[in-house]
């Protein structure tokens, strides 16, 4: 059975950072204190991914698993863009797990975005969760140490494909039509928008973030949208709290509506009231504004 630490790092800068761990232990359940609701596995079928997101180091994994897991990791970037990885390691070049994890996270993805990184540690068997962004927001401790639990029991059996997918799926507690890199919304506004940006009649995803870098809003909002909507059937908004701006992109044009809803929710954006310049953008898509 698996002892868990747990510790939350707040840094002072644009994101907050946080991570989980778990060491592996033979211990009986009998000698375990630890509570965790049973948690029944379902092997996700996905489409295969172009991309490299799993990296197995420690060479702990079959084609077929690195496959597998590779191929959900994609999904969970396309579909729910989660800056996602998976590490296996034997040897920790001297760092600790967590600043490991952090490394390598800075090294796949700039230590951009709403990351989820699963670091299988085969050093010192202290296994970590690293979270930025909308995923260190959304997945509840509760949740997690529950999916580390479990987890931590497929590793010690060896069963490494099916701990990793466990701890993979807390990418799906996050929302799907937002997407709060910068942190902007409390939890429960994160809750209410999701379900109002569900019921408009297009299928639109908003990009919350603190645009620090060279590269233009435009350009990042592009890259975002190819990744969600492949097919070019959606609208993508975005929110840059360093600019107080909005703006949208679509592969189909833009409705005038929507175009002039725009003008309006930056004006509310540079006055700080995201969730009122969502709402503006909602009731022009025909949805249910959120309360």
Same mark, same amino acid.
Do not use: H
């Given at each position: 059975?698996?002892?868990?630490?747990?510790?939350a790092f707040l840094l002072?800068?644009?994101?907050?950072?946080?991570?989980?761990?778990?060491?592996?232990?033979?211990?009986?359940?009998?000698?375990?204190?630890?509570?965790a609701t049973s948690q029944?596995?379902?092997?996700?079928?996905?489409?295969?991914?172009?991309?490299?997101?799993?990296?197995?180091?420690?060479?702990?994994?079959?084609?077929?698993?690195?496959?597998?897991?590779?191929?959900?990791?994609?999904?969970?970037?396309?579909?729910?863009?989660?800056?996602?990885?998976?590490?296996?390691?034997?040897?920790?070049?001297?760092?600790?797990?967590?600043?490991?994890?952090?490394?390598?996270?800075?090294?796949?993805?700039?230590?951009?975005?709403?990351?989820?990184? #699963?670091?299988?540690?085969?050093?010192?068997?202290? /296994?970590?969760?690293?979270?930025?962004?909308?995923?260190?927001?959304? #997945?509840?401790?509760?949740?997690? /140490?529950?999916?580390?639990?479990?987890?931590?029991?497929?590793?010690?059996?060896?069963?490494?494909?099916?701990? #990793?997918? %466990?701890?993979?799926?807390?990418?799906?507690?996050c929302p799907s039509h937002?997407? /709060?890199?910068?942190?902007?919304?409390?939890?429960? %506004?994160?809750?209410?928008?999701?379900?109002?940006?569900?019921?408009?009649?297009? /299928?639109?995803?908003?990009?919350?973030?603190?645009?620090?870098?060279?590269?233009?809003?435009?350009?990042?909002?592009?890259?975002?949208?190819?990744? %969600?909507?492949?097919?070019?059937?959606?609208?993508?908004?975005? #929110?840059?709290?360093?600019?107080?701006?909005?703006?949208?992109?679509?592969?189909?044009?833009?409705?005038?509506?929507?175009?002039?809803?725009?003008?309006?929710?930056?004006?509310?954006?540079?006055?700080?009231?995201?969730?009122?310049?969502?709402?503006?953008?909602?009731?022009?898509?025909?949805?249910?504004?959120?309360?």
């Open positions: 059975m698996k002892k868990f630490l747990y510790t002072a800068v644009s994101c907050v950072f946080c991570f989980g761990c778990a060491k592996k232990e033979s211990k009986t359940d009998s000698e375990s204190t630890i509570q029944p596995f379902t092997d996700r079928e996905v489409t295969d991914t172009t991309g490299t997101f799993v990296f197995d180091k420690a060479g702990i994994l079959s084609a077929d698993d690195l496959k597998a897991c590779n191929n959900y990791a994609g999904w969970l970037y396309n579909e729910k863009l989660i800056n996602a990885a998976v590490i296996t390691v034997s040897n920790l070049d001297g760092k600790t797990p967590y600043d490991y994890a952090a490394e390598e996270f800075g090294k796949i993805y700039e230590g951009k975005g709403s990351g989820l990184v #699963i670091l299988i540690n085969n050093e010192t068997d202290e /296994d970590v969760i690293y979270k930025t962004g909308a995923c260190f927001s959304v #997945i509840d401790q509760k949740t997690q /140490d529950n999916a580390l639990f479990w987890a931590t029991k497929d590793f010690v059996s060896k069963d490494y494909r099916k701990g #990793i997918m %466990r701890l993979l799926q807390l990418g799906e507690v937002i997407i /709060d890199n910068a942190q902007v919304f409390e939890y429960d %506004r994160v809750a209410a928008l999701e379900k109002a940006l569900a019921s408009c009649k297009s /299928d639109v995803t908003l990009l919350a973030t603190l645009n620090g870098s060279s590269v233009k809003n435009e350009d990042i909002l592009k890259d975002y949208y190819k990744r %969600r909507y492949s097919l070019g059937n959606g609208i993508m908004l975005m #929110i840059d709290t360093k600019s107080g701006s909005m703006i949208a992109y679509s592969d189909e044009k833009l409705s005038s509506g929507l175009e002039a809803a725009l003008k309006d929710a930056t004006a509310l954006t540079a006055k700080k009231d995201y969730f009122g310049a969502v709402n503006k953008i909602i009731e022009v898509l025909d949805g249910k504004k959120a309360s």
